[in-house]
T-cell receptor, first 117, second 114 residues
Framework: GAVVSQHPSRVICKSGTSVKIECRSL??????MFWYRQFPKKSLMLMATSNEGSKATYEQGVEKDKFLINHASLTLSTLTVTSAHPEDSSFYICSARRSGRATGELFFGEGSRLTVL | AQTVTQSQPEMSVQEAETVTLSCTYDTSENNYYLFWYKQPPSRQMILVIR??????QNATENRFSVNFQKAAKSFSLKISDSQLGDTAMYFCAFIGAGSYQLTFGKGTKLSVIP
């Protein structure tokens, strides 16, 4: 099956610093990747859709200057949380859709837990 | 807009027994995909089963099967011979055939009791 890897799986940072999370599709090309945020015991909340070679599309209420997304290649998307604050602490998950496949299936990364002190 | 509803926040089942998780959805589209994803304590989202709306036959994957009722917009998941490793959050999800965006339900926390 298709594999999506996220790194780091856990990160702790100080308030005011920036943190970058990587999402890689290891064995397939992904024109589109998605970034979600998940609060404890809640469902996944779509933050933005990352398109290779173009600007990300953000969901309503998500600050694009706060959550910078770069999809520089067909196998890598990055999410940078800028000037992190404690309220940004959360579990962030990425997913990828295999290019050219119309099965609808998305493949998920392992998730990254961000803790902002 | 599509919506996915999971009306059971929590469920429990005895090991080796059968349990059914419910899911309903609302859409005006005729062609779409439905999924059940499992999220164990490790938090990794794992695809359990997929159903294509144009297929009348219910999908089956080993101990997991669905009851897909297109007219009723219902998509329940049956887990047979429940195992301790089935303990997880289960999310029902919908995606339109021409769409990139997956819509999730709120999830059902399933606990398998030894």
């Amino acid at each position: 099956g298709a594999v999506v890897s996220q790194h780091p799986s856990r990160v702790i940072c100080k308030s005011g610093t920036s943190v970058k999370i990587e999402c890689r599709s290891l064995d397939f090309q992904a024109t589109t990747m998605f970034w979600y945020r998940q609060f404890p015991k809640k469902s996944l909340m779509l933050m933005a859709t990352s398109n290779e070679g173009s600007k990300a599309t953000y969901e309503q209420g998500v600050e694009k200057d706060k959550f910078l997304i770069n999809h520089a290649s067909l196998t890598l998307s990055t999410l940078t949380v800028t000037s992190a604050h404690p309220e940004d602490s959360s579990f962030y998950i990425c997913s990828a859709r295999r290019s050219g496949r119309a099965t609808g299936e998305l493949f998920f990364g392992e998730g990254s837990r961000l803790t902002v002190l | 807009a599509q919506t996915v509803t999971q009306s059971q926040p929590e469920m429990s089942v005895q090991e080796a027994e059968t349990v059914t998780l419910s899911c309903t959805y609302d859409t005006s589209e005729n062609n779409y995909y439905l999924f059940w994803y499992k999220q164990p304590p490790s938090r990794q989202m794992i695809l359990v089963i997929r159903q294509e709306a144009y297929k009348q036959q219910n999908a089956t994957e080993n101990r997991f099967s669905v009851n897909f009722q297109k007219a009723a917009k219902s998509f329940s998941l049956k887990i047979s011979d429940s195992q301790l490793g089935d303990t997880a959050m289960y999310f029902c999800a919908f995606i339109g055939a021409g769409s990139y965006q997956l819509t999730f339900g709120k999830g059902t926390k399933l606990s398998v009791i030894p």
